[in-house]
């Protein structure tokens, strides 16, 4: 299903490349020239997204190889592939563009991950909806590979009420009218920006709380504040926390004891793998 939606974008994003034509190849290249090559990464990564290249390849009559899978990591040579010279250099910015970004995202979702391990090992790492228009289940994808949580989806995944449904509604109300409206089968999330909020929220009982834009030591206070409100009653939500975190600063937030960290960072910020294309063998040209 997430390989035929790559393939789609990517057939999709290729049209809109090509446009009316590579004048640069067919000006260049002439007809029946077939070509042997790699696809490289240019620096030590988290591969992601290979699959999808390698049915774009195919789509266009393109033999590959691929070397590695998903998930692992590598430096060099990752895809081997045969071909049309001019198809393969029409493709060739369409298919790096993506693995590049996809195996960016995986790549800086592995390296926090891995950080984080180094003092908390239960916390999970997610991303959040701040995702490209269209690319978005392909960036979770990426996040996944990359050993973090995905985050809900799309907006039918999970109730989440904001700061604007907060805004327009009010907390508690928010909270009563999604119990009672959702189905059963989907969790509620609230988001809170004090801990008066929070304290709020609590008699209410939700499935999960996010602690919103909180400072280290707030969550420290709020962690007392849920403990508390647990010995009376028996109920500790799934606490989450967002808002601000980055590499620099997430250890001061990991080192609680919280379930959830989740940053826009690992989608909307991370950096494409240096990668690229190269043919190493004309195998037969035909004269004119």
């Given at each position: 299903?997430?390989?035929?939606?790559?393939?789609?974008?990517?057939?999709?994003?290729?049209?809109?490349?090509?446009?009316?034509?590579?004048?640069?190849?067919?000006?260049?290249?002439?007809?029946?020239?077939?070509?042997?090559?790699?696809?490289?990464?240019?620096?030590?990564?988290?591969?992601?997204?290979?699959?999808?290249?390698?049915?774009?390849?195919?789509?266009?009559?393109?033999?590959?190889?691929?070397?590695?899978?998903?998930?692992?990591?590598?430096?060099?040579?990752?895809?081997?592939?045969?071909?049309?010279?001019?198809?393969?250099?029409?493709?060739?910015?369409?298919?790096?563009?993506?693995?590049?970004?996809?195996?960016?995202?995986?790549?800086?979702?592995?390296?926090?991950?891995?950080?984080?391990?180094?003092?908390?090992?239960?916390?999970?790492?997610?991303?959040?909806?701040?995702?490209?228009?269209?690319?978005?289940?392909?960036?979770?994808?990426?996040?996944?590979?990359?050993?973090?949580?995905?985050?809900?989806?799309?907006?039918?995944?999970?109730?989440?009420?904001?700061?604007?449904?907060?805004?327009?509604?009010?907390?508690?109300?928010?909270?009563?009218?999604?119990?009672?409206?959702?189905?059963?089968?989907?969790?509620?999330?609230?988001?809170?920006?004090?801990?008066?909020?929070?304290?709020?929220?609590?008699?209410?009982?939700?499935?999960?709380?996010?602690?919103?834009?909180?400072?280290?030591?707030?969550?420290?206070?709020?962690?007392?504040?849920?403990?508390?409100?647990?010995?009376?009653?028996?109920?500790?939500?799934?606490?989450?926390?967002?808002?601000?975190?980055?590499?620099?600063?997430?250890?001061?937030?990991?080192?609680?004891?919280?379930?959830?960290?989740?940053?826009?960072?690992?989608?909307?910020?991370?950096?494409?793998?240096?990668?690229?294309?190269?043919?190493?063998?004309?195998?037969?040209?035909k004269k004119h």
């Amino acid at each position: 299903m997430l390989k035929d939606y790559a393939l789609k974008i990517l057939k999709k994003s290729l049209e809109y490349d090509v446009g009316f034509g590579d004048i640069t190849t067919n000006s260049v290249i002439l007809e029946d020239v077939n070509v042997k090559g790699v696809i490289k990464a240019k620096e030590e990564c988290i591969l992601c997204g290979i699959d999808f290249i390698v049915e774009f390849f195919k789509e266009y009559n393109i033999k590959c190889k691929k070397l590695y899978n998903d998930g692992d990591k590598v430096f060099g040579v990752i895809l081997e592939f045969e071909g049309d010279a001019k198809t393969i250099l029409t493709l060739e910015r369409t298919a790096l563009n993506l693995l590049m970004h996809l195996s960016g995202i995986a790549t800086n979702t592995y390296n926090i991950v891995k950080k984080v391990r180094s003092i908390n090992k239960n916390v999970k790492i997610a991303c959040t909806r701040k995702t490209l228009p269209l690319l978005s289940p392909l960036q979770k994808y990426a996040v996944y590979v990359g050993g973090g949580d995905t985050h809900r989806f799309r907006l039918d995944d999970c109730v989440l009420i904001k700061d604007n449904h907060i805004s327009i509604v009010g907390i508690k109300e928010s909270i009563r009218r999604a119990k009672k409206n959702v189905s059963f089968t989907k969790r509620i999330e609230v988001e809170v920006s004090n801990l008066e909020e929070l304290k709020e929220v609590l008699e209410e009982k939700p499935d999960i709380i996010m602690l919103d834009n909180f400072k280290p030591e707030d969550i420290e206070k709020s962690l007392k504040i849920i403990d508390d409100f647990k010995k009376k009653t028996n109920f500790r939500p799934i606490i989450e926390v967002s808002g601000g975190i980055n590499e620099s600063n997430i250890l001061e937030y990991a080192k609680y004891n919280i379930d959830v960290i989740s940053l826009g960072i690992l989608t909307h910020s991370s950096k494409s793998v240096d990668m690229s294309l190269d043919i190493l063998e004309v195998k037969s040209i035909k004269k004119h």
